[in-house]
């Protein structure tokens, strides 16, 4: 007895796991995804989305420096987050190391 129903399930599911699967490694293994996770796991989801990431040519110990435009911190002092220094780790996944308001 055969399924058909089977046939109809494979290429969703299947688009659905490739799809999965380029968000991980946009998410882990690049270091604009780095940027856009910590933004998503320090409370803001909605500007990890919309922020411009962009490569400065600013090298430390601390990592490969970023810029991020459009992302306003509402802290007390007032002070835009906007520089975040990112890392590769032994596994090749990026971290953000530091994040400041300057270089």
Do not use: E
């Amino acid at each position: 007895m055969s399924r058909p129903y089977r046939r109809y399930l494979i290429k969703p599911v299947g688009v659905l796991l490739v799809a999965a699967g380029l968000l991980l490694v946009l998410a882990f293994f690049t270091p604009q995804g780095a940027v856009r996770r910590y933004l998503v796991w320090s409370g803001d989801p909605f500007d990890a989305l919309t922020v411009h990431v962009r490569r400065d040519d600013y090298i430390n110990f601390g990592g490969r420096q970023y810029f991020v435009a459009g992302y306003l911190v509402h802290h007390p002092d007032r002070m835009d987050l906007c520089y975040f220094y990112v890392k590769r780790t032994g596994l090749g996944i990026c971290v953000v190391v530091s994040a400041g308001t300057g270089p």
